[in-house]
């Protein structure tokens, strides 16, 4: 097992565990849909938590969504649903051997992240604002005060938490944005540009899940 | 015992095809990681020890009067996260799996090699952690970190421990995913599932938990450390939250958890089984689908530690009739290796009778389960000492004797030595003397009513105690022993054969130690695991055979 032969994952097609590239790649893409299953697992302790206290504290979850910015909220979800769209088109880029095109979908990529994050950052300093952050200082007006602190403790660990995996997958998007200019993925070896938009897509859909969950409740009665 | 060095042949294997701290640190090899794994949960086992005997020596008289309560509180807490944390749930896995998945499926290495070693490196920080809450003071929550003690009462080191856990957990995870995608992908040819060796499929069971439990904890352990750290509250009364969310959360993960450390153990049982009486799993197929099944309903169980928790009824019952399912595909194993071992010939060696003591242990260690699994009873033996002792019987008796079964078992395997048979079989003797002795006087303590996690008692309860506090100190000698003669066979020890047992495993078709790609040629499968019947003499593959591919 020589340094070189084994370091190389990136450069080498095949490592030497393998038989054929063909059994690398699925090896691959296998580990990344069992990671996503486990990031699935992660989130679903936080959904559960939001259903249980949902379902004990209905009125208060409803108020408390209400100071949500829905017009905020609604936008950065099209950001994203359009941060996917490019991170397909950069898969199908490096599949086609297109470097250029590559390159510029994976900026164009970041930089939507960029925006969902810059966006998220407003809303959070709302909350700030408005003396919303739960501790200490929370307040809250109308009769439900202290259950709406409950929703918002579940805002913020559920909107930071996707918000760290984002700069996580910013980070990654990074790293494939260098590689990609120096010309690391070839029509028959680009499987670290499509494992990273397996992660990136679910990022994306927790979103899908996270905005109705938080910012629509009961928006009809209002 | 000392005798003159036994030298060794030169040839390249794992072991000297390169040398140095770097070459140790660094390595991609399974077969090295399994081995800096051993070296790491073996510190944290002797470190849980110490904390053992600390309670065993305050539990010898009645009064409190080796420790302050609160002290002793850190004692049994501390206890429990390095033994559940750092010993447990690794301890078959990450040294014996990472040294046999490959090698008993005819591959170079797990899938990920580098996530491999990342995931021993990612344990280590975690454990790191623990030991930095350990010295600057200790926690002292109890393993389970209920809320709202955890997250507002407790005066202790809670964050950093639980950071240690979450930390170390994803190396949990890490290896599970690697087991999964290596078991899938980098099978020998003709290696089908229903050739693969138990070992294998109960690896494989264990792994699911792996993969799909301890998120479910890591994110529990985020939303404690954040309510603690920054006052969010999530499981706070005080707002609306409800602590018993937190033990439904933690359950979740903390019962299929014991599975974790019971169906690696399992796989190690169904191999010594198979090759110590040269036969066949009975009933193979059902011994595979019973450690699939396991996982599956381990999963569904959870509440039966929230009896009396506030859960409500018919929670309960539910969950009390599925802890009754459990006892099903454990008891089809106990009898399929019961029924392999009929007209078998027997080899009364070393993992042989650690086999023989986990199969009893774990038996009386799964039928006191079911005692505590029924609603009515496990009211009046709720948190007493008849838990204690039933968990005990699970883990120790069962995980760590097949721990040590398997160790010895594949020791001329690992190291290319063998280990001192009488001695062993001694040691085997004196940790089911020591172990029995430790802890079946605290069923009896239990039934009679003495709590857990107190460290004064009536005087009516201190001969059983001291029965206890007795039997530990034996357990001690038998642990103390095996690593002694362990660390003395790599010098001294006999030169292993490359199958001393005459087993038809693949991992004893290649070299001890085994060449750093595992197998000069990879094997091509034609037989099921375990036919001793056309293979007698414990050869798989003929090299001739082998030469076709």
Redesign the interface.
């Known amino acids: 097992m020589s340094a070189e032969a084994h370091g190389a994952v990136f450069h080498a097609p095949r490592a030497h565990q393998f038989d054929t590239a063909e059994q690398q790649k699925d090896a691959s893409t296998l580990g990344m849909w069992l990671f996503l299953v486990t990031e699935i697992m992660f989130f679903s302790g936080l959904f559960c938590c939001y259903l249980v206290y949902r379902w004990f504290y209905p009125e208060a979850f409803a108020a408390a969504s209400h100071h949500l910015d829905v017009a905020l909220g609604g936008f950065n979800t099209a950001v994203l649903i359009c941060s996917s769209l490019t991170m397909v088109l950069a898969v199908n880029a490096s599949q086609a051997g297109k470097r250029r095109a590559l390159v510029a979908f994976l900026i164009l990529t970041i930089l939507l992240g960029g925006v969902f994050l810059g966006v998220k950052a407003v809303e959070w300093h709302h909350k700030y604002v408005d003396h919303h952050i739960p501790g200490p200082s929370f307040h809250f007006e109308g009769p439900n005060a202290r259950q709406a602190q409950l929703f918002f403790s579940l805002y913020f660990v559920m909107t930071g938490l996707h918000a760290l995996h984002m700069v996580i997958g910013i980070g990654l998007l990074t790293v494939l944005t260098v590689q990609a200019r120096r010309g690391k993925f070839t029509p028959t070896y680009n499987t670290p540009v499509d494992m990273c938009g397996l992660y990136w897509h679910f990022v994306d859909l927790i979103w899908i899940f996270l905005f109705p969950l938080l910012y629509l409740i009961d928006r009809h009665t209002k | 015992m000392i005798t003159a060095p036994v030298t060794v042949p030169e040839r390249e294997h794992y072991l000297n ?1 390169s040398y140095g701290l770097k070459s140790w640190l660094l390595t ?2 399974h077969k090295r990681i399994a081995l800096l794994y051993l070296a790491t949960i073996t510190f944290f086992f002797f470190l849980g020890g110490l904390f053992a005997v600390m309670i065993r020596l305050e539990l010898l008289t009645p009064q409190g009067d080796m420790v302050q309560s609160e002290t002793y509180n850190k004692l049994f807490t501390m206890h429990g996260v390095n033994m559940v944390f750092f010993f447990l749930l690794p301890a078959i896995p990450a040294t014996l799996g990472n040294f046999l998945v ?1 090698l008993m499926i005819g ?8 996530l491999n070693l990342a995931s021993w490196y990612i344990f280590t920080i975690g454990g790191l952690f623990t030991l930095y809450a350990l010295l600057s003071g200790g926690v002292d929550t109890g393993w389970t970190f209920y809320t709202p003690y955890s997250t507002t009462y407790s005066n202790s080191f809670v964050i950093a421990t639980a950071l240690g856990i979450f930390i170390a957990g994803f190396s949990s ?1 890490l290896t599970g ?2 087991f ?3 078991i ?3 099978r020998a040819p003709g290696l089908t599932w229903f050739r693969l060796p138990l070992f294998i499929w109960s690896h494989y069971a264990a792994s699911l938990i792996m ?6 904890i ?3 352990i ?2 404690l450390a ?1 309510e603690r750290a ?5 499981f706070d009364p ?5 602590p018993v ?1 937190f033990q ?2 933690f359950w979740f993960y903390s019962h299929p958890a014991v599975y974790i450390m019971i169906l690696p153990a399992m796989a190690v049982i169904s191999e010594l089984v198979a090759a110590s009486a040269r036969k066949r799993v009975y009933g193979y197929e059902f011994v595979a689908y019973a450690s699939v099944a396991i996982a599956v309903f381990g999963f569904l169980v959870w509440g039966h530690h929230m009896f009396v928790s506030g859960q409500s009824v018919y929670a309960g019952l539910v969950f009390s009739v599925l802890s009754y399912l459990v006892a099903v595909p454990s008891a089809v194993k106990v009898f399929n290796w019961t029924a392999t071992l009929h007209k078998g010939s027997i080899a009364l060696e070393t993992p042989m009778l650690y086999t023989f003591g986990f199969i009893g242990l774990f038996t009386i260690g799964g039928m006191t389960g079911l005692f505590v699994a029924a609603l009515g009873l496990d009211v009046h033996v709720h948190d007493t000492y008849f838990v204690v002792a039933h968990f005990h019987y699970i883990m120790v008796g069962g995980t760590i004797m097949a721990y040590l079964g398997g160790l010895h078992f594949w020791w001329p395997k690992i190291t290319g030595r063998m280990y001192p048979e009488i001695l062993a079989k001694l040691s085997a003797l004196v940790v089911f003397i020591g172990f029995n002795l430790t802890f079946f006087p605290q069923f009896i303590l239990g039934y009679l009513g003495m709590p857990r996690r107190y460290h004064a008692y009536p005087d009516e309860f201190q001969v059983l105690n001291v029965m206890s506090t007795a039997g530990a100190s034996i357990l001690a000698v038998g642990y103390l022993l095996p690593m002694c003669y362990f660390i003395w066979s790599l010098r001294y020890g006999k030169i292993a054969p490359d199958n001393p047992w005459g087993a038809v495993g693949l991992e004893w078709q290649t070299l001890s130690p085994p060449p ?2 595992n197998f000069d040629e ?1 094997p091509i499968v034609t037989h099921e695991a375990y036919d001793y019947v056309s293979l007698p003499n414990g050869s798989v593959t003929p090299k001739k055979e082998a030469n076709v591919r």
């Not at chain 2, 005080?238 to 409800?242: F, T």
């Open positions: 095809a991609k090899d490959p591959a170079r290495d797990l899938a990920f090699p580098k995870i995913l690697n999964i995608v290596t899938h992908r980098m993969v799909l439990g301890t998120p479910v890591a994110v529990t985020v939303l954040a920054f006052h969010i509250g999530i005080a707002i609306g939250g409800d969310l439904h959360l750093v790609e990879i």
